[in-house]
């Protein structure tokens, strides 16, 4: 397949990118039109821009996220388990 | 037998003595003695028995009328409790949530650590509240772009994070290292084209994932068997709900539930949580972005 035909089977394309986004516009058939027709009746279609997240951003904020979770699993452990945590703590650490 | 239950059961037999089934039967001294005599009249039997025939008719009106309505009045009570009552739940739970989302919004200087506790709080009580809708076992996350040398239609999404209890289950090191591109899922492209066509319907839905043909996940090359953990997917974009440019919509991410089981999730109600859910982690995500720019 094509990129052409596998992009029409996506159903949308890359409009523009730049640092912080990217934004998608659909992708219509020719039907009679000329390509430069098509891209008219593109552009003025509904256009999706993907903001993006920063990796060391993503990165920072999922280690922040490991930490909340270690106190949700902390805090809905029950009687037992929390006894069996804290008396193996007291014996490793 | 619970007091809502014996509360329903009573006024379902105080209603079939009421109506105007009764006014017009009872309702005046002739109509009473007509229904009475009917035995006498249309039967030839004796006073006697046609006094016994006329309340014997009435005895049975009364039990049909009890009947149809303690069927009615008990079986709606109980769709109520085993179904529409999840729903209700839903209300309490995310209530919580979002009176956590609206203070972070609200409170200047908002930290991550509060950014990212609201949104996992989000993801932990979506769980229980699809939870109980299915009653099988859900696992909702929310997925974000992140920023890539080549950011196309192979843009690459990441957890930002997941319900609590299957953090450490799905999120393996495979997962994390795989590409989970947006053509390379099924249900992120299908999302955006709908978003793109300016469909009313914005969610992708998907109750029988095994049995659906050109159907992909990246997922998949993430587990062991090469197979998913879930049979119903329901994915909505992360936009808001009224946009202020309606031609050019902004996605910040995709929210994501999974279940289990087949055929989990209606199109009705189960879209409609979801979708406030993702225009409220919209706003928060706006709320950081624009407190990042700020600072």
């Known amino acids: ?93 | 037998m619970n007091k809502e239950l014996r509360k329903v059961i009573w006024n379902s037999i105080k209603r079939s003595f009421k109506g105007k089934l009764w006014g017009f039967l009872l309702g005046s001294f002739p109509s009473l003695i007509a229904i009475l005599l009917l035995g006498k009249t249309f039967l030839n039997t004796t006073m006697e028995n046609s006094i016994i025939i006329g309340v014997s008719i009435l005895g049975l009106i009364l039990l049909i009328r009890m009947f149809a309505f303690l069927f009615r009045d008990v079986s709606a009570y109980y769709v109520y409790r085993k179904h529409e009552s999840k729903y209700g739940d839903a209300i309490i739970y995310l209530k919580d949530s979002f009176s956590k989302a609206h203070h972070y919004r609200k409170t200047p200087g908002h930290q991550d650590e509060e950014f990212m506790s609201s949104l996992i709080d989000f993801c932990a009580n979506l769980k229980k509240t699809f939870d109980g809708i299915t009653k099988a076992s859900c696992s909702v996350s929310i997925k974000v772009p992140i920023q890539s040398a080549d950011v196309d239609e192979k843009a690459s999404m990441e957890n930002l994070c997941r319900d609590p209890e299957f953090y450490k289950i799905r999120d393996t090191d495979s997962y994390k290292q795989t590409n989970h591109t947006i053509i390379g899922n099924t249900a992120f492209q299908k999302a955006l084209n709908n978003v793109l066509k300016g469909n009313k319907v914005k969610y992708y839905l998907n109750n029988s994932i095994s049995k659906t043909r050109d159907y992909e996940n990246t997922s998949k090359d993430s587990s062991k068997d090469g197979k998913l953990s879930y049979e119903s997917e329901l994915v909505y974009p992360i936009i808001p709900m009224i946009n202020d440019d309606p031609k050019n919509i902004l996605c910040k991410g995709f929210l994501c539930v999974d279940c289990d089981k087949e055929n989990a999730f209606n199109d009705h109600y189960d879209v409609a949580i979801i979708e406030g859910v993702a225009d409220g982690i919209y706003d928060l995500l706006s709320e950081r972005a624009k407190n990042q720019n700020n600072g």
Do not use: W
């Not at chain 1, 990217?22 to 000329?34: A, C, D, E, G």
């Open chain 1, 1 to 93: 397949m094509d990129k052409q035909k596998a992009r029409a089977k996506i159903g949308f394309e890359v409009l523009h990118k730049d640092n912080n986004s990217v934004t998608f516009k659909r992708l219509i058939p020719l039907r009679n039109r000329n390509e430069k027709e098509v891209r008219a009746v593109e552009l003025d279609l509904t256009k999706v821009t993907v903001k993006y997240f920063n990796k060391e951003d993503l990165i920072h904020l999922q280690k922040i996220g490991d930490g909340i979770y270690k106190a949700y699993e902390e805090k809905h452990k029950n009687l037992p388990q929390k006894v069996f945590g804290t008396v193996v703590d007291f014996v490793t650490k």
